[in-house]
């Protein structure tokens, strides 16, 4: 029994591609992609088997290298980001590890947003290090800064924007123009807005690196990660460390966050729907000083969030609560998350589930009073990773705690 095989026509748009582009069918002819829960692939003779583990892109043979499910879901990311190809990976930070082991060597050097993801931040500056790779930190927002740090020796800059949790957007199409200049590539991590709304290829970025465990998966499940870029760069460079070293996505994270692609886009727009009307709310209650949402006009980089973001301002957003001292601003945010009886208290995001955290005392614990205060990072500082309640439920559950303070 065999199927009959449909191609995709060329020029579909992306939504349609989110549900539809992947491998086709098995022999049985699934309508939903098939999960194979299988390590090993029988070979039918000896010589395919021998030209298969020559050359991977032949066929499958071990689930190391690779699998169909994991191929689906990296078609079908490619297909959204906009690039020739994507690599899958275990997590979001092995995805950068991926980046690192296949453009770096000791000797190179690294330039990167000092407001990215903290275990960014570390596998830059430690793990990389101890390997002679240098890497200097720069402001998230200040051109000049990345311009003056380059040097002939930098192969990479990595920006991720928008930031956690202050939400600073940066210029990807500058900061492309300032990698190609110095002959270097740019990486974006474009896991707070996915390609639903920003798509940093388009922008002139070179690679794109995601952890599947946010808004592509979408419900808080599995975790996931990928690079997307060219063909030649992720089937050259990339996959053979995958196939090496063994940062391999399993075949039912991938099918899980497979079908997560399949409603990113309504997602999105939903999410990004109710973090506005929180922000709105946030910016009119007298208990609230500042919060940071691109999608607020108030916001420093609004103007270029709106451009880069599809006229989104993503579904994560932060506030400072009213305090005099940081010994109050710490309580009255305490109140606020231990008053919330719909969020949970947590320190994932992308999920559909609303998620409230105190940043000061979880993502960036580790640092220093003066590293947060040099960061922005206060005691009163709360961050909503917006989900799909009701809205009208979610302004609630901040009142509670808002209106003691
Ligand atoms: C979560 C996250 C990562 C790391 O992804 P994991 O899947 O947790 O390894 C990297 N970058 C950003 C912006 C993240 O939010």
Same mark, same amino acid.
């Given at each position: 029994?065999?199927?009959?095989?449909?191609?995709?026509?060329p020029?579909?748009?992306?939504?349609?591609?989110?549900?539809?582009?992947?491998?086709?069918?098995?022999?049985?002819?699934?309508?939903?992609e098939?999960?194979?829960?299988?390590?090993?692939?029988?070979?039918?003779?000896?010589?395919t #088997?021998?030209?298969? &583990?020559?050359?991977?892109?032949?066929?499958?043979?071990?689930? !190391?290298? #690779?699998?169909?499910?994991?191929?689906?879901?990296?078609? %079908?990311?490619?297909?959204?980001?906009?690039? $020739?190809?994507?690599i899958?990976?275990?997590? @979001?930070?092995?995805?950068?590890l991926? *980046?690192?082991?296949?453009? *770096?060597?000791?000797?190179?050097?690294v330039?990167?947003?000092?407001?990215?993801?903290?275990?960014?931040?570390?596998? &830059?500056?430690?793990?990389?290090?101890?390997?002679?790779?240098?890497?200097?930190f720069?402001s998230?927002?200040?051109?000049? $800064?990345?311009?003056?740090a380059?040097?002939?020796?930098t192969?990479?800059?990595?920006? $991720?924007?928008?930031?956690?949790?202050?939400?600073?957007?940066?210029?990807?199409?500058?900061?492309?123009?300032?990698?190609?200049?110095?002959?270097?590539?740019?990486?974006?991590?474009?896991?707070?807005?996915?390609?639903?709304? +920003?798509?940093?290829?388009?922008?002139?970025?070179?690679?794109?690196?995601?952890? /599947?465990?946010?808004y *592509?998966?979408?419900?808080?499940?599995?975790?996931? @990660?990928?690079?997307?870029?060219?063909?030649?760069l992720?089937?050259?460079?990339?996959?053979?460390?995958?196939?090496t070293?063994?940062?391999?996505?399993?075949?039912?994270?991938?099918?899980?966050?497979?079908?997560?692609?399949?409603?990113?886009?309504?997602?999105?727009?939903?999410?990004?729907?109710?973090?506005?009307?929180v922000?709105?709310?946030l910016?009119?209650?007298?208990?609230?000083?500042?919060?940071?949402?691109?999608?607020?006009? #108030?916001?420093?980089?609004?103007?270029?969030?709106?451009? +880069?973001?599809? /006229?989104?301002g993503?579904?994560?957003l932060?506030?400072?609560? !009213?305090?005099?001292?940081p010994? +109050?601003? %710490?309580?009255?945010a305490?109140?606020?998350?231990?008053?919330?009886?719909?969020?949970?208290?947590?320190?994932? *995001?992308?999920d559909?589930?609303t998620?409230? #955290?105190h940043?000061?005392?979880?993502?960036?614990?580790?640092?220093?009073?003066e590293? !947060?205060?040099?960061?922005?990072?206060?005691?009163?500082?709360?961050?909503?990773?917006? @989900?799909?309640?009701?809205?009208?439920?979610?302004?609630?559950?901040?009142? !509670?705690?808002?209106?003691k303070?």
């Amino acid at each position: 029994m065999s199927m009959q095989v449909k191609t995709l026509p060329p020029g579909l748009h992306r939504d349609t591609l989110a549900v539809r582009a992947g491998l086709p069918p098995s022999q049985w002819g699934e309508n939903s992609e098939a999960l194979f829960l299988t390590s090993g692939f029988v070979q039918p003779d000896a010589q395919t #088997s021998a030209q298969r &583990f020559a050359n991977p892109q032949e066929g499958y043979t071990y689930a !190391r290298t #690779s699998n169909p499910t994991v191929t689906s879901f990296e078609q %079908r990311l490619a297909a959204m980001e906009g690039t $020739e190809a994507a690599i899958a990976t275990s997590t @979001g930070m092995a995805a950068i590890l991926l *980046l690192g082991m296949g453009l *770096l060597k000791a000797g190179d050097h690294v330039v990167c947003s000092r407001s990215v993801f903290g275990s960014t931040l570390n596998l &830059f500056a430690k793990e990389f290090g101890k390997f002679g790779v240098e890497s200097t930190f720069v402001s998230q927002t200040d051109l000049q $800064e990345w311009k003056v740090a380059m040097r002939p020796n930098t192969r990479l800059l990595f920006a $991720e924007t928008p930031t956690n949790p202050l939400t600073e957007v940066c210029d990807i199409r500058a900061l492309a123009d300032i990698a190609h200049a110095g002959g270097a590539l740019l990486t974006v991590d474009n896991c707070f807005c996915s390609p639903a709304l +920003q798509r940093p290829v388009d922008l002139g970025a070179d690679l794109v690196m995601h952890s /599947g465990t946010k808004y *592509l998966d979408g419900q808080g499940r599995v975790m996931a @990660g990928a690079l997307c870029g060219s063909a030649r760069l992720i089937n050259e460079v990339f996959a053979p460390i995958v196939r090496t070293a063994g940062m391999t996505l399993a075949p039912f994270n991938a099918w899980v966050v497979l079908k997560g692609l399949e409603t990113l886009g309504i997602r999105m727009q939903a999410q990004c729907a109710n973090a506005m009307a929180v922000a709105r709310f946030l910016e009119s209650h007298p208990a609230v000083t500042r919060v940071y949402y691109p999608g607020l006009e #108030s916001h420093p980089q609004h103007a270029l969030a709106m451009r +880069q973001q599809s /006229g989104k301002g993503g579904a994560v957003l932060s506030f400072d609560v !009213r305090g005099a001292d940081p010994q +109050q601003l %710490r309580a009255n945010a305490f109140t606020v998350i231990d008053s919330a009886q719909v969020m949970s208290i947590a320190t994932n *995001l992308g999920d559909t589930k609303t998620i409230i #955290s105190h940043s000061a005392t979880t993502s960036h614990g580790r640092l220093t009073e003066e590293q !947060r205060q040099a960061a922005g990072i206060g005691q009163g500082l709360l961050r909503v990773a917006v @989900g799909l309640e009701h809205i009208d439920d979610l302004k609630a559950d901040l009142s !509670r705690g808002l209106d003691k303070l």
